[in-house]
C-alpha cells in the first residue's frame, strides 16, 4: 500500500500545471499557497512531508524561503522549480543545501 502524503505547493504552478491533478490521482493531499509567508503559516497547520516551491515567489526570496523551511525541519523534502529565476542563483541554492546537511550526504 502507497503512503498517502501531504504535498505543499507553493507560488505558481505553471512550472508543472498537471502535477496537482497527478498527485491526487495517486490519492496524495495537495496543499496550495500562493505566497512565501502564506506556505509558511500553512506547514505550522499542516506539516506537509513535501513542499514543492516555485522560487520565484512574490513576496519572499525564493532561497531564503527554501533555507527557512530546512531550519525548521531538516529532513523536510523540498522541491525547487522556477521557469526563469537565474541559473547561478540556483547552484548556490544546491551548494547550500549540501552544506547544511554536512558531508557524505547526497
Known amino acids: 500500500m502507497v503512503e498517502r502524503l501531504s504535498i505543499l505547493i507553493v507560488g505558481s504552478s505553471s512550472c508543472l500545471p498537471e502535477l496537482p491533478s497527478h498527485l491526487e490521482l495517486l490519492g496524495h493531499r495537495v496543499l496550495f499557497a500562493a505566497t512565501g509567508l502564506a506556505a509558511l503559516r500553512l506547514i505550522d497547520l499542516e506539516h ?16 531564503s524561503f527554501v533555507e527557512s523551511l530546512k ?22 541554492a544546491m551548494r547550500r543545501k549540501r552544506y547544511a546537511e554536512g558531508p557524505g550526504t547526497t
Do not use: C, F, K, N
Open 48 to 63: 506537509p512531508q513535501i513542499i514543492a516551491v516555485d522560487l520565484d515567489l512574490p513576496d519572499l526570496d525564493g532561497l
Open 71 to 92: 531550519s525548521r525541519d531538516p529532513y523536510i523534502t523540498v522541491i525547487a522549480l522556477s521557469e526563469s529565476y537565474p541559473l547561478d542563483r540556483a547552484q548556490e
